[in-house]
């Protein structure tokens, strides 16, 4: 395949992506395993630029037309592992979306994470495109947050983190927190708002602070609260409002 790449139209990778096969940097390892073929010969390249799907397979198998891009909201309990299996057999967000979805609904993926313990709004949608773009700290989506942490902390403190922070050797950008009145003893609820979303941001920046997080709710990712969803629950995002969102992001 790559003594002869066409030069128009998308990347496959990107149209895979679309097409809810998997997120673009995942299509590029299926790629690099020899599991993506077009017209029966095996890609040993992302570079190849297609205008449509016709004659490409993954595992032998035909890629589907791409569907409208479709994004949910998932009230994610806690104790549910963000992923489709888990080696140690714990159970994750499919087997509760199992019964949350409708049935029919598309394959669909995670926008960004939530690890085991932290409980609130889990973005799913069946375009990679749109899940890749969302995660991107470049494109400046907000993640909201509610925390219950144990300790001691004020208002000056936490009005630090908007010039960002470091800890044990990590940069975090800016993050604007705020302690909620009313709160007594040691234990405190904390609304943060962030853009970057790394690998347990919130429990190791409030850690650093002296901080024991012993609940995190996410509340809101970009426009979609979690508002009154149930827990366990999920509800289609309208796709007006997808495609209000969507246009905004592009012109980031």
Known sequence: MADRLPDTGDRIAKLLARAGV?????????I???RVAIEGKVLDTPAVKLADLRGVTVDGNPVARPEAA????????????TAERDPKGRPTIYTALRNALPKGTPRLMPIGRLDWSTEG???????????RAMELPSSGVPRSYRARAFGEITQAQLDELIEGVTVDGVNY???EADLERGGGGRNHWIEMSLTEGKNREVRRVLEHLGL???RLIRTAYGPFPLADLPRGQA???RSGDLERFRKGLDRR
């Open 121 to 131: 709004l889990l973005l799913l949608t069946n375009d990679g495109e749109l899940k």
């Open 32 to 34: 690099a395993d020899g």
């Open 22 to 30: 998997a997120s673009r940097r995942e299509v590029e390892r299926m």
């Open 212 to 214: 024991e997080v012993n």
């Open 70 to 81: 479709r994004l949910f909201r998932f009230h994610k309990p806690a104790g549910l592992l």
């Open 235 to 237: 509800q289609e995002v």
């Open 173 to 175: 950008g800016r993050i």
